[in-house]
């Protein structure tokens, strides 16, 4: 009888061990769950910064701060609203907003709208509305909302531009651009 008693108390304690590892695990997981919600709430927090460096930068037309959000390299691609109809790589998008500060000399504002990010793990893509209006050196006014799409990537633990795609909506009828599209 001693026998029996003692191989079911050897039962019970290892069931007692089966139940523990099984709470440790499942607190493992839910401990795993909040840190990568954590992670991802960081990383939509980093990428929210990103934009706002960039509208900071647009405004006081600072292209080497504006350039700091792309990456530096020739991965980069840009579908903008000026030909060429894909800019290839940092030097080539940086030609472009040089080309924006010859064209508009004059002061540059932005709002930016709808920003919208999702992330996954060390990529992310993204959307907003911009409104940006330009005036050139003879002091006219450029006023136009694009739609901006955005590819981002982590880079040494940075978060980069690394594809943009900026549109306006087009009036099919009329085969007119929506500049201030709504």
């Not at 099984?22 to 939509?44: G, L, S």
């Not at 959307?127 to 694009?146: I, P, R, S, W, Y």
Request: with cysteine; hydrophobic share 45%; proline share 3%.
């Amino acid at each position: 009888m001693k026998l029996q008693h003692m191989l079911a108390l050897i039962l019970v304690g290892i069931c007692a061990g089966c139940s523990a590892g099984t709470d440790t695990k499942a607190a493992d997981a839910k401990a795993a769950e909040a840190k990568a919600a954590e992670m991802k709430a960081q990383d939509e927090a980093d990428i929210k910064a990103l934009e706002a460096r960039f509208v900071a930068a647009f405004k006081a037309k600072d292209v080497t701060a504006i350039m700091a959000n792309y990456v530096a390299d020739q991965s980069l691609i840009v579908f903008d609203l000026t030909p060429p109809r894909q800019y290839t790589g940092a030097d080539a998008y940086t030609k472009d907003w040089q080309g924006y500060l010859t064209a508009f000399a004059g002061p540059w504002d932005m709002t930016m709208s709808d920003l919208d990010i999702t992330v996954g793990g060390d990529v992310a893509y993204g959307h907003n509305v911009q409104h940006g209006v330009f005036t050139d050196k003879a002091g006219k006014k450029l006023e136009l909302t694009v739609r901006v799409t955005d590819g981002y990537k982590k880079v040494n633990g940075k978060w980069l531009i690394s594809h943009e795609h900026v549109s306006i909506p087009v009036d099919m009828d009329k085969m007119k651009p929506e500049l201030n599209s709504k």
